[in-house]
T-cell receptor
């Protein structure tokens, strides 16, 4: 039982390049989330999904897009990367709206 | 902001001592959760306390919640070097948006706990 798996774990981009982070969960959870973690800022919610085919904006959605075509996958896209998007990105999932979140191990992104 | 705020930002203690971390928040909540993050790893859920509960225990962890003061505390008893990590509180807001409850938690900035052998 893998839980929440994020790929890739590390990536270096040049300004203006695009990329997609993949999150996969095998717990049949309805809710999935993308957070970013920056030093001194804690975790900030980027986008989230309450079910297959649905997505919603979180606290810091600008510059990111997401898709949830399959229940087990939640993709985070950067269309034109900027240095301000250098961060550690965490995917999480939960069974219900108010329950425990299960986190992936993180994806460290550096934008030069 | 709904965000919980942990206090202190950093805590350094010796093995065997107790560690207490506090969390304050601003608006009404459904529940409050505590998470732990080891360096370079993802967050791991520790304990959830609902708004109608005042205290909860799990092993060496004791969590209290005071909704009148909008605060919570996490106590780790008889700490060990392996408890060294960052600890975050996360609040689940009661807020409604466009007629539906939002499925999201708001995290604080965390307390960095160091336990020396």
């Amino acid at each position: 039982n893998a839980g929440v798996t994020q790929t890739p774990k590390f990536r270096v981009l040049k300004t203006g390049q695009s990329m997609t982070l993949l999150c996969a969960q095998d717990m049949n959870h309805e809710y999935m989330y993308w957070y970013r973690q920056d030093p001194g800022m804690g975790l900030r919610l980027i986008h989230y999904s309450v079910g297959e085919g649905t997505t919603a904006k979180g606290e810091v959605p600008d510059g990111y897009n997401v898709s949830r075509l399959k229940k087990q996958n939640f993709l985070l896209g950067l269309e034109s990367a900027a240095p301000s998007q250098t961060s550690v990105y965490f995917c999480a999932s939960s069974k219900g709206r108010t329950g425990e979140l299960f986190f992936g191990e993180g994806s460290r992104l550096t934008v030069l | 902001s709904q965000q919980g705020e942990e206090d202190p930002q950093a805590l350094s203690i010796q093995e065997g001592e107790n560690a207490t971390m506090n969390c304050s928040y601003k608006t009404s909540i459904n529940n409050l959760q505590w998470y732990r993050q080891n360096s370079g790893r993802g967050l791991v859920h520790l304990i959830l306390i609902r708004s109608n509960e005042r205290e909860k225990h799990s092993g060496r962890l004791r969590v209290t919640l005071d909704t009148s003061k909008k605060s919570s505390s996490l106590l780790i008893t008889a700490s060990r070097a392996a408890d060294t990590a960052s600890y975050f509180c996360a609040t689940d807001s009661r807020r409604w948006d466009r007629g539906s409850t939002l499925g999201r938690l708001y995290f604080g900035r965390g307390t960095q706990l160091t336990v020396w052998p």
